[in-house]
């Protein structure tokens, strides 16, 4: 079992921990860590684990281990060994970290901004998109940016509260996508809210307050299949 710290603070960016194990791909499994595994739309942190003696190993990725409370840190190509038992400082890449974070906060905005139901979407470094099931929607670039601004400019605070799985089951409309559903089997979901604008389950990083996104733009909408409609964000810097 990985002690998530980035469940609870998403703006640690650094930690110490201990190695557990080092699985059969070479994957490096730690006591806790700050960096989010790939899931929900949102990819895996990379940095660096170190230790005391200056050993430094790049992480490329990280991703969900064989049980759902294990993060798996996969190390790049020809970098030094760790054994099990080894103490180490993980440390992320705040940078591309704080972009994700930005960008999966707008996501939820524009998910309040088109209340439907969404089949699809992903978080990536300085764009994000969304999929929608919305057959004959008419949906506007323009207007949809400038609602999208104008709550960003609002200030709206960003923070987060865990319900069990018996209260989801109770409030079924919490769950917007209609292809991925929360993680179950832990006995407690994390919610997400953004004050007087959307509350959703997700297991993501983000904001503290949707100033810090900055302003973005909707760059394109496609039609995908019959039924869904695809709004594509970047941030407009």
Not at 53 to 72: L, N, R, S, W, Y
Not at 108 to 120: E, I, M, R, W
Request: aromatic letters at 4%; hydrophobic letters at 30%.
């Amino acid at each position: 079992m990985t002690e998530a710290l980035f469940r609870e603070d998403s703006y640690l960016t650094n930690c110490t921990a201990k190695v557990l194990k080092i699985n059969e791909l070479g994957g490096i499994v730690l006591d806790r860590t700050v960096f989010y595994p790939t899931g929900g739309g949102q990819p895996g942190d990379k940095g660096q684990l170190s230790t005391a003696d200056g050993t430094v190993i790049e992480i490329a990725t990280t991703v969900k281990g064989d049980t759902p409370d294990e993060v798996v840190h996969v190390p790049a190509a020809d970098q030094p060994t760790l054994s099990a038992g080894d103490d180490v400082t993980a440390t992320i890449d705040w940078d591309v970290r704080h972009r994700l974070m930005r960008m999966h906060s707008c996501l939820h905005l524009l998910s309040a901004v088109l209340p439907y139901p969404v089949t699809g979407g992903q978080v990536s470094d300085g764009k994000g998109r969304l999929d929608f099931d919305l057959p004959e929607a008419q949906l506007d670039k323009e207007e949809i940016t400038e609602k999208l601004n104008k709550l960003i400019d609002q200030n709206r605070d960003v923070s987060f509260d865990w319900i069990t799985d018996e209260e989801l089951d109770q409030q079924p409309e919490l769950v917007k996508t209609m292809s991925v559903q929360p993680p179950r089997g832990s006995g407690k979901i994390r919610l997400i809210k953004i004050d007087d604008t959307d509350l959703q389950p997700c297991g993501g990083t983000h904001v503290k307050n949707t100033s810090e996104i900055g302003r973005v733009r909707v760059r394109k909408i496609e039609k995908k299949g019959r039924q869904n409609r695809r709004v594509s964000l970047i941030f407009d810097e």
